[in-house]
């Protein structure tokens, strides 16, 4: 069963409920695909086995056989390779690696060459195999990263940690999944990104629930909403300091109040009844 843990917004608490669901379940796979900040690590305190670089192809022409045809750009949805006259200028920050250009050149003289893309990480803790990825500070293309990390999972129970938002990177950490958690706030923003995220995972046809971090403040906009559009309320977290404060020195939730644990395997076994 593969469970992603998604917000249409960052910091609604989607981590907290990724590492506390993780840390309950005990023997699982966690992957972190927030590769631009992941720090799943910090509350699960994986020891790290395994280390290795991640690259991305981008293209690489040999202007001995280059006829300037303008063939590649043509082909090239993202602009990341252009003819102009007796010339081919390529913008690898803009490849997305799919090949088009290097399959459909007539003249063969594109080529792929690795660009480094990020780092790959790969540890255990008390039974989880933590799995995450680094994305590169110059690189803007983190889809292939989350790729990376989500080929590497096993099977069983997988847990993915999604990035915020309802953009590319957010979506390809989604796609795939068996299940996923909307973790939101009862705030005019929290609604307002949750109705995108709702929007994206119905796309997508994948089946989901809400949880609603800091349930006691704001209003009830998100409850109506969800009771009108008939999602499911999976979890309600009331405010705490005492929980935001064990959270900004690493202290997962579950430690700090063992009797959660029990909810958040309930929850598991919720959403293998519903799926």
Same mark, same amino acid.
């Given at each position: 069963?593969?469970?992603?843990?998604?917000?249409?917004?960052?910091?609604?608490?989607?981590?907290?409920?990724?590492?506390?669901?993780?840390? #309950?379940?005990?023997?699982?796979?966690?992957?972190?695909?927030?590769?631009?900040?992941?720090?799943?690590?910090? @509350?699960?305190?994986?020891?790290?086995?395994? #280390?290795?670089?991640?690259?991305?192809?981008?293209?690489?022409?040999?202007?001995?056989?280059?006829?300037?045809?303008?063939?590649?750009?043509?082909?090239?949805?993202?602009?990341?390779?252009?003819?102009?006259?007796?010339?081919?200028?390529?913008?690898?920050?803009?490849?997305?690696?799919?090949?088009?250009?290097?399959?459909?050149?007539?003249?063969?003289?594109?080529?792929?060459?690795?660009?480094?893309?990020?780092?790959?990480?790969?540890?255990?803790?008390?039974?989880?195999?933590?799995?995450?990825?680094? +994305?590169?500070? #110059?690189?803007?293309?983190?889809?292939?990263?989350?790729?990376?990390?989500?080929?590497?999972?096993?099977?069983?129970?997988?847990?993915? %940690?999604?990035?915020?938002?309802?953009?590319?990177?957010?979506?390809?950490?989604?796609?795939?999944?068996?299940?996923?958690? +909307?973790?939101?706030?009862?705030?005019?923003?929290?609604?307002?990104?949750?109705?995108?995220?709702?929007g994206m995972l119905r796309? +997508?046809?994948i089946p989901f629930g809400?949880?609603?971090?800091?349930?006691?403040?704001?209003?009830?906009?998100? @409850?109506?909403?969800?009771?009108?559009?008939?999602?499911?309320?999976?979890?309600?977290?009331?405010?705490?300091? %005492?929980?935001?404060?064990?959270? #900004?020195?690493?202290?997962?939730?579950?430690?700090?109040?063992?009797?959660?644990?029990?909810?958040?395997?309930?929850?598991?076994?919720?959403?293998?009844?519903?799926?």
């Amino acid at each position: 069963m593969i469970v992603s843990i998604a917000s249409g917004k960052g910091g609604t608490g989607k981590t907290t409920i990724a590492t506390n669901m993780a840390l #309950s379940a005990g023997k699982c796979e966690f992957l972190d695909c927030d590769v631009e900040e992941p720090n799943a690590h910090i @509350f699960i305190k994986p020891e790290m086995l395994e #280390s290795r670089p991640v690259d991305r192809p981008v293209p690489q022409v040999d202007f001995d056989k280059c006829t300037y045809c303008g063939k590649c750009g043509e082909v090239c949805q993202f602009s990341a390779i252009v003819v102009i006259r007796q010339s081919v200028v390529t913008f690898p920050e803009l490849c997305h690696g799919c090949g088009a250009c290097s399959g459909l050149c007539p003249e063969n003289a594109i080529t792929e060459v690795g660009k480094r893309l990020g780092l790959l990480e790969i540890g255990e803790s008390n039974g989880i195999r933590f799995i995450h990825g680094i +994305l590169e500070v #110059s690189e803007a293309m983190s889809p292939p990263l989350i790729r990376a990390v989500k080929k590497e999972a096993n099977g069983g129970l997988v847990i993915r %940690d999604a990035p915020p938002g309802t953009s590319c990177p957010t979506i390809e950490a989604v796609n795939g999944s068996d299940f996923c958690i +909307l973790v939101t706030e009862p705030t005019p923003f929290g609604l307002n990104d949750l109705k995108l995220a709702v929007g994206m995972l119905r796309t +997508l046809k994948i089946p989901f629930g809400v949880i609603v971090n800091r349930s006691d403040i704001g209003d009830n906009a998100v @409850f109506d909403y969800c009771r009108h559009e008939e999602i499911p309320i999976l979890m309600r977290v009331l405010m705490d300091r %005492d929980i935001a404060i064990a959270y #900004s020195n690493g202290i997962p939730l579950v430690e700090m109040r063992p009797e959660w644990k029990g909810r958040f395997v309930k929850l598991l076994d919720d959403i293998s009844r519903m799926i």
